[in-house]
């Protein structure tokens, strides 16, 4: 049974820093794809960032040097690295694995303050 659970959402002041961290299990965690996705109220949900082990990751433009995503395979944990927040990255974040029709976690919340 594959679990997914985020961690780490809270509201931060703009210009603030965030950590996720998504821990998973029941998957074969060093060889997927691990994506960050999120979703803003009235807004379809959009991929930000995502890792892959041994392959640089990739990044939704809108927060390309602002997000680091990195992995740690021997904890089976996929992290985001949220640095120069806006209130535009308000939103519920979720960790995904399998696309989108793979398995998603529950949901992470992060609100950023003007």
């Known amino acids: 049974q594959v679990q997914l659970v985020e961690s780490g959402g809270d509201l931060v002041p703009a210009g603030g820093s965030l950590r996720l961290s998504c821990a998973a299990s029941g998957i074969v965690f060093r060889l997927n794809y691990m994506g960050w996705y999120r979703q803003a109220p009235g807004k379809e949900r959009e991929l930000v960032a995502g890792s892959t082990s041994g392959v640089s990751p990739n990044y939704a433009d809108s927060v390309k040097g602002r997000f680091t995503v990195s992995r740690d395979d021997a904890k089976n944990t996929v992290y985001l690295q949220m640095n120069s927040l806006k209130p535009e990255d308000t939103a519920v974040y979720y960790c995904?694995?399998?696309?989108?029709?793979?398995?998603w976690g529950q949901g992470t919340q992060v609100i950023v303050s003007s």
């Open positions: 995904n694995v399998g696309g989108s029709f793979g398995y």
